[in-house]
């Protein structure tokens, strides 16, 4: 079956930096567009980031732009992304998700990201 497992959150100072990563199994890796969404208390998810399948393109939430950077590597089948200058709006959780071009999507269980002093 089609696991998506997302590591490396936690509490890190505002300022700070995190590295979060998904890995993915059970499916072709290379054929799914990967993003990354964030979901805070109270509001809706929301997506951070996306690289795409075909081209590795990205594009990011004017909120993390300049700050956050999505990368993948097809031969290890993880996606991640680099989280510079964490302010504490930045606190929620984290989630992997992987599309397809049948539309076919799946998400992981998230990670919790803190940015606190």
């Known amino acids: 079956q089609v696991q998506l497992v997302e590591s490396g959150g936690g509490l890190v100072q505002p300022g700070g930096s995190l590295r979060l990563s998904c890995a993915a199994s059970?499916?072709?890796?290379?054929?799914?567009?990967m993003s990354w969404y964030r979901q805070a208390p109270g509001k809706e998810r929301e997506l951070v980031a996306i690289i795409t399948s075909a081209d590795g393109s990205t594009n990011y939430a004017d909120s993390v732009k300049g700050r956050f950077s999505i990368s993948r590597d097809n031969a290890k089948n993880t996606v991640y992304l680099q989280m510079n200058s964490l302010k504490p709006e930045d606190t929620a959780v984290y989630y992997c998700n992987a599309v397809n071009r049948f539309a076919l999507e799946y998400w992981g269980q998230g990670t919790q990201v803190t940015v606190s002093s």
């Open positions: 059970g499916l072709i890796f290379s054929r799914y567009t």
